[in-house]
């Protein structure tokens, strides 16, 4: 019932930046939560930053202070702004948008196919 479409994924020096941005479309009343998680190759996948409706934030303990989320509530969008990035932060992020409300449906999550961030010298 929903199309997710995510971009800005790419490789980057350490120290660097990136920003990623995700699009969600479909006949969407509202999202409560959206947020990107990234999972790096043999690890579990990760909180990054997720962001509500009501503008509440949590960003996990590796990125606070380096990353910053933002939404556009009336468009369905969001936009992970990545500074200081780290080899470590290489992985695949994806978008995740929580409690959908679409009319006559019971709210559901989507999930994006994910993006991949390099970063290394």
């Known amino acids: 019932q929903v199309h997710i479409v995510e971009s800005g994924g790419g490789s980057v020096q350490p120290g660097g930046s990136l920003t990623l941005s995700c699009a969600v479309s479909?006949?969407?009343?509202?999202?409560?939560?959206m947020g990107w998680h990234r999972q790096a190759p043999g690890k579990r996948r990760e909180l990054v930053a997720v962001?509500?409706?009501?503008?509440?934030?949590e960003y996990g303990d590796s990125v606070k202070g380096r990353f910053i989320i933002s939404r556009n509530n009336a468009m369905n969008t969001m936009s992970l702004q990545m500074n200081n990035l780290r080899p470590e932060d290489t992985a695949i992020y994806y978008c995740?948008?929580?409690?959908?409300?679409?009319?006559?449906?019971?709210?559901?999550?989507?999930w994006g196919q994910g993006t991949q961030v390099t970063v290394s010298s």
């Open positions: 995740h948008a929580d409690r959908i409300l679409i009319p006559g449906l019971e709210e559901f999550d989507a």
């Open positions: 479909g006949s969407i009343s509202s999202i409560y939560t």
């Open positions: 962001m509500t409706s009501g503008g509440g934030t």
